[in-house]
């Protein structure tokens, strides 16, 4: 009869922490290093507990003589010694020990699933959409804080509050968690098609897009100040939008999946100009054919007064005096009615 066998001590989820092979018996268990298995429980006696046959044949597990008892696994009263079968757990001070039979089988292998070669490095004009760049952690890490810097002081330079400071940070803050939510959304599906999260690839790579979203909707504000009639910004609006969301849907797609470059271009333009021509319609049907609202919705800028198109006062004064005349010459003649 062999006396080989297997001790396994489990952690407070049942699961193995450690796992002991004893080839003779008889083996002890405690805290001092001479023992066949060597706990770090301060409850457990330098020899705690002895395991050998009986006469009968029988495999036990028995009290030396403790201070803390030995106990059946989920049973509170102190017993002398436990029979030993396979599975058999027992608790000697805070550790509980499971007996396994080393000729005991083991489920079968799970099988790996088969992940996607990974693609070739990246070549080209429109390599960087491959979004291999943001393999280092480190230029991760620098693209999201130089990013959450920038729209940080962006956001300040647009308040006129009494505590600019604290709702900048409450706006870049809440501009924060969008954008989390949307890459763990990405993360998701990355994890779902490949078995890899690459969480912090994906807000990187939105923290970019997001900052140009960001200068030009700064540039627009100018041009609109500077040029409110005609404004030559929303010549470039629609395009602008259009490109910033194919490379934002691309960049996604080649971090979340080993799609070709070119299909991933078609897609992004199939799905970015869906939404802009969805944004487009929803924008002329909303539209009011009448309102009292003046249709201007520029913003005041901090422009020096050197900048600022103006006249002197003579030539403002000629211009006054020539609108009153052309004025004058308008109103009727009362005095040849009457």
Same mark, same amino acid.
């Given at each position: 009869?062999?006396?080989?066998?297997?001790?396994?001590?489990?952690?407070?989820?049942?699961?193995?922490?450690?796992?002991?092979?004893?080839?003779?018996?008889?083996?002890?268990?405690?805290?001092?290093?001479?023992?066949?298995?060597?706990?770090?429980?301060?409850?457990?006696?330098?020899?705690?507990?002895?395991?050998?046959?009986?006469?009968?044949?029988?495999?036990?597990?028995?009290?030396?003589?403790?201070?803390?008892?030995?106990?059946?696994?989920?049973?509170?009263?102190?017993?002398?010694?436990?029979?030993?079968?396979?599975?058999?757990?027992?608790?000697?001070?805070?550790?509980?020990?499971?007996?396994?039979?080393?000729?005991?089988?083991?489920?079968?292998?799970?099988?790996?699933?088969?992940?996607?070669?990974?693609?070739?490095?990246?070549?080209?004009?429109?390599?960087?959409?491959?979004?291999?760049?943001?393999?280092? =952690?480190? &230029?991760?890490?620098?693209?999201? *804080?130089?990013?959450?810097? /920038? @729209? +940080?002081? %962006? $956001? #300040?330079? !647009?308040?006129?509050?009494?505590?600019?400071?604290?709702?900048?940070?409450?706006?870049?803050?809440?501009?924060?968690?969008?954008?989390?939510?949307?890459?763990?959304?990405?993360?998701?599906?990355?994890?779902?098609?490949?078995?890899?999260?690459?969480?912090?690839?994906?807000?990187?790579?939105?923290?970019?897009?997001?900052?140009?979203?960001?200068?030009?909707?700064?540039?627009?504000?100018?041009?609109?100040?500077?040029?409110?009639?005609?404004?030559?910004?929303?010549?470039?609006?629609?395009?602008?939008?259009?490109?910033?969301?194919?490379?934002?849907?691309?960049?996604?797609?080649?971090?979340?999946?080993?799609?070709?470059?070119?299909?991933?271009?078609?897609?992004?333009?199939?799905?970015?100009?869906?939404?802009? =021509?969805? &944004?487009?319609?929803?924008?002329? *049907?909303?539209?009011?054919? /009448? @309102? +009292?609202? %003046? $249709? #201007?919705? !520029?913003?005041?800028?901090?422009?020096?007064?050197?900048?600022?198109?103006?006249?002197?006062?003579?030539?403002?004064?000629?211009?006054?005096?020539?609108?009153?005349?052309?004025?004058?010459?308008?109103?009727?003649?009362?005095?040849?009615?009457?």
């Amino acid at each position: 009869m062999s006396d080989r066998l297997i001790l396994e001590v489990l952690d407070g989820q049942a699961r193995v922490a450690s796992r002991t092979h004893v080839h003779e018996l008889p083996a002890t268990i405690g805290r001092g290093f001479d023992n066949s298995v060597v706990l770090d429980d301060p409850y457990v006696c330098p020899t705690h507990v002895r395991i050998d046959r009986t006469e009968a044949g029988e495999l036990v597990v028995e009290d030396v003589g403790s201070v803390n008892g030995l106990f059946e696994a989920g049973d509170s009263a102190r017993i002398a010694q436990l029979p030993l079968r396979h599975g058999t757990r027992f608790r000697i001070g805070r550790t509980v020990v499971r007996y396994r039979d080393p000729h005991e089988p083991v489920p079968p292998t799970l099988v790996e699933p088969v992940r996607p070669a990974a693609p070739p490095t990246a070549s080209g004009r429109l390599a960087w959409i491959d979004c291999e760049w943001l393999a280092s =952690a480190r &230029a991760r890490v620098a693209v999201i *804080v130089l990013s959450l810097l /920038f @729209t +940080t002081a %962006m $956001d #300040y330079t !647009g308040v006129i509050d009494r505590s600019p400071v604290g709702k900048a940070l409450t706006q870049a803050l809440g501009f924060l968690l969008l954008l989390v939510l949307w890459a763990g959304i990405w993360a998701l599906a990355t994890r779902a098609v490949s078995q890899r999260f690459a969480f912090s690839r994906h807000l990187a790579f939105a923290w970019l897009i997001a900052v140009a979203f960001v200068i030009w909707g700064t540039l627009e504000q100018w041009m609109s100040f500077l040029a409110p009639a005609g404004s030559v910004a929303e010549l470039f609006t629609v395009p602008l939008a259009l490109l910033l969301g194919v490379v934002l849907i691309a960049g996604h797609l080649g971090i979340a999946s080993s799609m070709p470059r070119t299909q991933r271009l078609r897609t992004s333009v199939a799905v970015a100009g869906g939404i802009t =021509a969805i &944004a487009i319609l929803f924008g002329v *049907v909303s539209n009011q054919a /009448f @309102t +009292t609202k %003046m $249709d #201007y919705e !520029g913003q005041l800028k901090p422009m020096p007064a050197r900048f600022v198109p103006a006249e002197s006062l003579d030539q403002f004064r000629a211009d006054a005096r020539a609108l009153r005349g052309k004025v004058d010459k308008m109103k009727p003649d009362t005095a040849g009615a009457q």
